[in-house]
């Protein structure tokens, strides 16, 4: 070791490993291979990659571009997710306004004439609601914030699902009022999904009937969280004037026209003990999850502010606590304490660990470090038509993106070179020459599809992929009159935006079918094609996604057998079908399964066999919709030396399946939503009534003061034209969403129906 230090000088006593790695490598490159030969260090030279990368690789803080660390502490990047209209655009807007990023607050319905800047499109100002996540970028004292606004409804849920694949923290917001709503809970499982850290905001403090404790213990009870107010307000609903902070022990209150002076001052007399309770609620429920204020609860202390935002911090960090402040977007109170909020309990990009895939080491995870000197990965997470071609939302990993510079796709293999640079601010963006590790921007006339990992072709990295809920709903589409380019060609642009928008051309009616996540959602693309490309168009009939399946085990034994003079056809196929539930690994609810011996099937007819049987899966004998949840097993069979093929094995395969399936006490699955209504109270035997005619399952029923929210499972077949009637019920005053939930066997009585209407359709063809 001695003769090592006077090579290195003195090392610390343990010894960092890429440190020592890092030492070496320059010692061989300053030292010729003749001078010496050491053993250890030609070995560490033979390990580096072709380049001098890997050398300068940062695995560390100590090891990384003290200046590059140093503007990684100050970034965030969140996004503000919350159920319908709680306020996340309104919200996103006061952050805006108060970091100087815009001159003066716009309504989001676009009363004014102007309406919210996140909410760029004029669908979006018309119809008061997000329908694409719009990104823009703030400073706040020292500290850079990215930030994603994401739209609410189920309908656009894969936005939601794309900005938390790529953001390290969260902002959800509740409305004081409604609490925890259905799509709360979804955007709870997409936060869970990706591990993204969050804090809670509870908005419409101004409303009447708010109640902010209500709101945290349905996070308790609802969302399994542990949670706790940072904050108690001072007066509510429309004597709401500011918040007491309960870390720094002192009140706030917005001043000036819009709010922009935040006025700190003593905590008012007559919410001292009020607060004080709500500060022991805090530590205990911290003490919970935090060793520190454990230690300082036991000894009956009281943490001072910085050990409370450390120890705050740390457990959101580690998923363990969520820290809920308050406010009045729209009546502009609270929202600076939220933006120090988030810089002080909200990761940094180095806090965060993010997992590549290395595809030359079958798929190795391996966790990136955030430094912009390290090799460059990231990652196409939205795609958008802009002005000026294909718009790139990008978020990099590591390494640094360059005007100019070759970046490669890693899927595709194709060099690329990065023709413009920019920082999106809802529609406007802004020119950069680079971004650097954590950032987030926007490239111009790269084609690639979102999802796409990009490298600077030294490595093989992918990220994994975003989870995408599959479609619902479809509608058959035409153009009225004639068939213009720009039919195909926005369907085409859509469908590349959206993974969740499907579209194909029904192979009997030759109609172009358009699929999706819901009727707005369908709904939204059509009138978008009216007024961005100019297409005029006729829908059908909504058609619900149905399925089919089979309940029982069932044989198959079937002999494909035709002579026409000359070489026929034969393929004798044996085994049996069975129902199967969705493999959690694969997320498949489908197989095809071997296990043929002895030969008696040739292998080369094993793989027109399973063909076959995807072919059968396609259309199902009983009302000619996808059949799903079922397994084929391939026992035996015959093959004749001169007339089989694969042809014959795949025409045998696919009516084996059909001869069988009928013996499998086959059914058809059909969608159920969860559908979450809101009323006034005098409506809710109305509501419910409507519900049980639909053949609505009621789940959950919540009573607050003079509204009551209603949970239920009820068909998707059922729900059409739902919104009408909840209307004309409440008076206009209810208010309805619902998601996906599952595929479930539809009654008996439902069954026949859709076999004979099935079967009237087919007859009336011939």
Not at 264 to 271: H, V
């Amino acid at each position: 070791m001695s003769f090592v230090r006077s090579l290195f000088g003195e090392l610390p006593r343990r010894v960092n490993s890429a440190s020592f790695k890092k030492a070496a490598y320059t010692f061989s490159q300053n030292t010729s291979n003749q001078t010496l030969s050491l053993a250890p260090i030609n070995l560490c030279q033979r390990f580096q990659s072709t380049t001098a990368q890997a050398a300068a690789t940062a695995t560390n803080d100590d090891e990384a571009d003290p200046q590059d660390s140093a503007r990684l502490r100050k970034l965030r990047n969140i996004g503000i997710s919350a159920h319908i209209d709680s306020g996340k655009t309104t919200c996103t807007e006061r952050i805006l306004f108060y970091t100087g990023r815009i001159k003066e607050i716009h309504d989001v319905r676009g009363r004014d004439g102007v309406g919210a800047k996140m909410d760029s499109m004029d669908l979006e100002r018309e119809k008061g609601i997000t329908i694409q996540s719009a990104a823009t970028y703030a400073s706040w004292g020292d500290y850079n914030i990215n930030i994603i606004d994401t739209p609410g409804h189920v309908d656009f849920t894969i936005e939601v699902e794309r900005a938390l694949r790529v953001l390290d923290g969260a902002v959800m917001i509740l409305c004081s009022v409604s609490g925890v709503q259905s799509q709360t809970m979804t955007v709870d499982r997409q936060m869970r999904r990706y591990n993204v850290p969050r804090i809670s905001f509870v908005n419409k403090m101004d409303r009447a009937g708010a109640n902010p404790f209500r709101v945290i213990d349905q996070l308790r009870s609802k969302l399994k969280l542990t949670a706790a107010a940072v904050q108690i307000p001072i007066g509510a609903e429309d004597q709401f004037r500011g918040v007491v902070d309960l870390t720094t022990w002192k009140a706030y209150y917005n001043e000036g026209e819009n709010g922009e002076v935040l006025a700190e001052k003593d905590i008012p007399e007559e919410l001292m003990d009020f607060a004080t309770e709500k500060r022991h609620e805090l530590i205990e429920q911290l003490a919970n999850v935090d060793d520190e204020i454990a230690d300082i609860y036991l000894m009956e202390e009281i943490p001072t502010a910085e050990q409370f935002t450390n120890a705050i911090r740390r457990a959101t960090l580690d998923l363990k606590f969520t820290p809920v402040m308050m406010g009045s977007a729209f009546k502009n109170q609270g929202i600076q304490p939220l933006l120090n909020a988030v810089v002080n309990f909200l990761p940094d990009p180095t806090q965060v660990t993010n997992t590549a895939l290395d595809i030359t080491q079958e798929e190795k995870p391996v966790d990136l470090v955030p430094y912009s000197g390290n090799p460059f990965v990231g990652l196409a997470f939205k795609l958008e038509e802009g002005r000026y071609g294909q718009l790139t939302y990008m978020r990099i990993y590591q390494g640094t993106l360059k005007r100019g510079a070759f970046i490669t796709n890693v899927k595709t293999g194709k060099k690329i070179k990065v023709p413009r640079l920019v920082r999106m601010h809802a529609a406007d963006m802004e020119d950069v020459e680079e971004l650097g590790a954590g950032e987030i921007g926007a490239m111009f006339g790269v084609d690639c599809a979102s999802g796409d990992t990009f490298s600077d072709g030294a490595l093989k990295y992918t990220m994994t992929s975003m989870f995408v809920p599959e479609p619902v709903i479809s509608l058959s589409l035409s153009p009225m009159g004639r068939e213009s380019p720009n039919f195909s060609k926005a369907l085409n642009r859509f469908q590349k935006e959206d993974p969740t928008f499907r579209v194909h051309v029904d192979k009997e009616s030759k109609e172009t079918i358009i699929s999706g996540m819901g009727e707005l959602h369908l709904q939204i693309y059509v009138e978008r094609m009216r007024r961005e490309y100019n297409v005029e168009c006729t829908t059908g009939k909504p058609q619900v996604a149905f399925r089919e399946t089979i309940t029982q085990p069932a044989k198959f034994n079937y002999t494909h057998k035709k002579q026409s003079g000359g070489a026929g056809q034969f393929g004798r196929v044996m085994g049996n079908l069975e129902p199967m539930t969705t493999d959690e690994e694969t997320g498949k609810d489908v197989a095809f399964e071997n296990r043929v011996i002895g030969g008696n099937i040739p292998t080369n007819y094993i793989p027109a066999c399973e063909k076959g049987f995807m072919d059968a899966l396609e259309k199902g004998p009983l009302i000619g919709h996808p059949v799903n949840g079922i397994r084929m097993v391939l026992e035996d069979g015959a093959a004749h030396a001169v007339d089989s093929s694969e042809m014959a094995f795949r025409i045998a395969t696919k009516n084996a399946f059909q001869e069988a399936f009928n013996k499998g006490r086959p059914t058809i699955l059909e969608p159920i939503m969860n559908v979450s209504i809101t009323a006034p109270v005098e409506f809710q035997g109305t509501v419910i009534g409507g519900l049980n005619k639909r053949k609505g399952t009621i789940a959950d029923t919540d009573i607050q003061e003079d509204f009551f929210t209603v949970t239920a499972d009820v068909p998707l077949n059922d729900m059409f034209g739902y919104s009408t009637e909840l209307r004309s019920a409440t008076q206009g005053k209810g208010e309805f969403s619902m998601e996906y939930k599952e595929h479930q066997p539809v009654q008996t009585f439902v069954q026949q129906q859709l076999i004979e209407e099935y079967k009237k359709k087919e007859a009336a063809k011939k």
